[in-house]
C-alpha cells in the first residue's frame, strides 16, 4: 500500500476509450469473465508476481465455454500489467485465422502502435494442439529460472513428498490421447521437463512439442535460463497449476540451498 | 501495485449475482463481519500471504456471537481468493448437519460446479470439540513447511526470547478443560508439535487429536511437508495468532540459516 | 493483488459507524490529516511491511499543527491494520491526563471491547520529553530484529558510506538541547543504540532513556530480540526515518551474510 | 491487503485541492497521461518496489508527445510516493529555464514548504543531452547497491544467456550520435558501468556522463553504494528497462551466492 488508493472512480478515460470502439466489441468487454478481461486481469496478477516485469511473459485463452476454436492471444512486446481488452489477437482454430487485429482497432485508442501477436503463439498452439488445453501460460518467473540454473545439467525437476503436489494434474495416455485422471498424490514424483533455450522463442517449438510428447505427464515444461510454460483444461486450471508450480520451485530452491533432497523414499 | 487500481466500483456483476440469491441470504449477506463474509476477506489475505496458492488451505468460522452451533466451510478444491459467500457449507454442531450446501445455490452463480467442503473438515471439527474453538485456520505457509524440513527428526517446534511469543495465548489445562490463562510471556518456550503427513488430509485427524490431548498449551500443530493448522476463541484469535507464529517461523529460519540458536536460557 | 478490488464503495457500515459519534468527532475524523486518521493509515502501511503483524508495535503522534500537548495513542493488543480513529486515546502534556478514551466510544462501536493504550506510552512519552519528538513509532520488523541477533554481543548497529544514511537527520547537543542541523552525509556514521529486552515493554523505559541520553545523535533504539523505536520531529519525519533505517537493516543483514564490512573507512 | 480497502472514492479533499489551481491546470491535470501525473504514478509504482523508500530516488519525463523541450521533475526531498502533480518543477530544455515551480502553487496547496528541484537534475539533464531520453528513473533498490557490493572491484556489471536481457535496447554509435538498432539478443552480453559514489549527487555529474561516452551501448549506469539511473526514448520505455534490468540485478545476486558464472561461453 502506498497510500490512501488513487483509484479513478468512473474514470470518465475509460469511458471514452469504450465509446470509441464498435458497439458489439463495447458489449463483450462488460463481461468481466470474457476471455480477454481474464487475460487483462491475469496480467496484472502475474505482474504484481513478478512474473511478466519489463514486456516478459504471455498468456493465451480459448473462449471454452463458447467456441474452442477462438484462441484469444495477448500482444507482443507491451507492458503486460496494462494491456487493454482490444488489444488481444483473436484467431481460429485449426488454421489459426486472424479473425480480429488490434491494429484494426480505432488509432485513437492504440496510438498507432503496431501490434504483433506473443512471440510465445507457436508454443501455445502446440499445448492446443497436442493437450487439447484451454489456456497456456508463459512466465520469466526467476524461481523458474532459477532452478534450471541450480540443476544445470539435469533435463528434469523432480520432487515429491510435498503436500502442494497435489494441485497437479495426473495425466495418463489413454488412446493416444492425453486425458486427466485425477491429481497426483502426495507420495507422487512430479517431473517438469527442462529444454534448452534458443535465440528465438519460436525456435523452442520442437523442443516443447518434443517434451510435450516424451512426458504424457506434465503440465508444464522448463525452459533454461529462461522461465516456464504452463497450461491446463481452462484458464483457471493454468492459473492454479502454474502457481502451486510456483510454489514447488521456491520451495525447492529454499530446499536445495538447506541441502534438503528433493525426491525422498519415505 | 500493477497500474491505477482496477476495481469496478458499483460492479453491476457483483449485484445480478447477488440478486439471484434468496432474500434472506442477500440479506445476511450485506454484513460484512458474517462469517461467511469473513471467509472470503481472510482467503484473500492469506492469498496475497502465498499461504493458500493454487486451491492450497481452508478456513472454517463458527457464529461465536449468535450461535456457536454453526459452522462456516470453504469449499475444497477452489480458488481461495475468489470465494464468494454463497459457496460455504454451513454445518450444525455437535452432529455436523449440514443446514445448507452451496450445492443448492442456483447454478447460474455456480455454474453447476460440484462443491465438497473442504478437506480439513474433521480436523476443523477436532479444534471445535477438543478445544472449544471458534475459528481454524489451514495454510500451506513455506515457513511452516521449510521449519518441518530444516528440523527434520523433530517432532517439536520451539522457541523463546522473542517479542513476538507475546502474541501467543498461555493456555492450561484445568478441569479437563484447556482454558486460556493469559499470554505467554517474553522468556517462555513457545512449543508447536509436529506431526507427520500422510496421502488423505483427513487421515491426520487422529495424530492431529493426540497432538491437541498431548499439547494442552499448543494453539497449533504444524504438519511436516504441509502446512500448518491454528485455531482461537474468535476468528479474529485465530488470525493474529496465526500471523504471529508465522513471524515467528519466518524469524526462526533466519536464525537457523545464520546459526543462532532457538532456545535461550539467558 | 488478490483479484479484482474487493472495497465496498460508500460502505454503508462505515457511515453508520460514524453517526454514532459525537457530531464533534464526526467532524473532525472527516480530515485524513487528523492525527487519529494519520495512525490508521500508517498502521496499515505497517501492517502490509509486515512491522506490526498479529497485534505487535505501535504508534503515537502529537498534534504539532494545532496544540502540541495533545498526544494520540494507538490502543494496546488490537490488530494494528484495523483500528478506527475513534479508538485512540488521547491524552494530554506534560500530565498525560487523559482527555478522551475509546472506553468512552458508544459500545455499539466497540462491542464492550475494554481498551488499553499501547505497553509502549511511557516509552513514547520518553521521546516526547526528552528529544520534543512529533511522533514515535515502534515496529517489530524483522530486519530489526535480526540485526540484533546478528550482532549478539554488539551494544550499537552502525554502518557507512551508503546513500540512505542521507535520509537520517544530524542531531547535535547544543545548550543542553538536542537539536537537528542537517542530515547525516554519505560519509557519515549512522549509529543506533541496541538496547536489551525486558520482560515487559514498559520496564524498557529507564534503558530507552539511557540509550537516548547517551546518544544524542540517535533518532532511534534498537531493542534486542524485539524490534525498533524511530522519532522524528512530526509524524511524517518519523516515517521517513523509519523507513531508510529499515532499508540500512535489511542491506546490512544482506552485506553481514556475504562478509562485506559495514562500515567502511574509505 | 491490510483489510477491505480504505480508499476514499469521491473524496472531498483531493477536490478541494484541485480547486486552488488554476483553470488551467486544473485542466491539464485531469489527464491521467499527463508527464506530472505519470511522475506520481510511478513513485507509487518505485515505492511498492522498495526502488524509493524514504524519499530516495527520483525521475524526469520530457513531454516527448507535445513539446519535447519540457521537462518535467519531481522535488528533491518528499515522500516519493505521495508527490502531486503540482509538485513537479518544469524547466525548458536546452536552457533549463524554470517555466513553473512548485513554490508559486498556492499555499494552502503546499503548506509553504520551500521546494527544490531533484539532486539528480543534473543527471537527468545528462541523459537527455548526451543521448537524447525522454525520461529518466533514479532509483535506490537494493539489488543495484548490493551487485555493486558484490563486486566491489569491479567496474562493469555484466551478465548474459537470461532471456530477460532481450528487453534491453541495443544501442549503437551511428555519426556521432547513439541510436536504437534493436534490442539485445539472447547471447549478447549486457554491460552497464558502475560509477563510484561522491558525497554530493550533483558531484556524480561527470564520472555519470564519462560513462555514458564510454559505453555507448548502454541504457543504465550503476552508482556504487547508492542506486542506479536509467533512461529511455520514452517514460515507458525507461521504466520497462529499468523493471528488466532489476529483475537481471535480482537473478545475478542469487546466481552470485550459488557460484553460477554471470557469463557464459555457451
Known sequence: MSAPCHCKHGESNGITEHSQ???DLQQQFQDS???????????RLFYDNNWVTGTGGGISIRDVDNNPNLVYIAPSGVQKERIKPWEMFLVELPDEKVLR?????PKELTKSYKYKP??????????????????CIHTHSQNAVMITLLFENQKEFTISHIEQIKAIPKLEKKDGKVVKVGNLEY?????IPIIENTPHEEDLTDSLQDAIESYPGCTAVLVRRHGIYVWGETVWKAKVYNEAIDYLLEL???MKMSNIKLVTNE
Open 187 to 191: 507420495f507422487d514424483k512430479l517431473v
Open 252 to 254: 525447492a530452491i529454499k
Open 21 to 23: 470502439l464498435s458497439p
Open 33 to 43: 469473465n470474457h476471455p480477454a478481461n481474464l487475460i487483462c486481469e491475469l496480467c
Open 101 to 105: 487485429s488490434p491494429n484494426d482497432i
Open 118 to 135: 506473443s512471440a510465445c503463439t507457436p508454443l501455445f498452439m502446440s499445448c492446443y494442439k497436442l493437450r487439447d488445453a484451454g489456456a
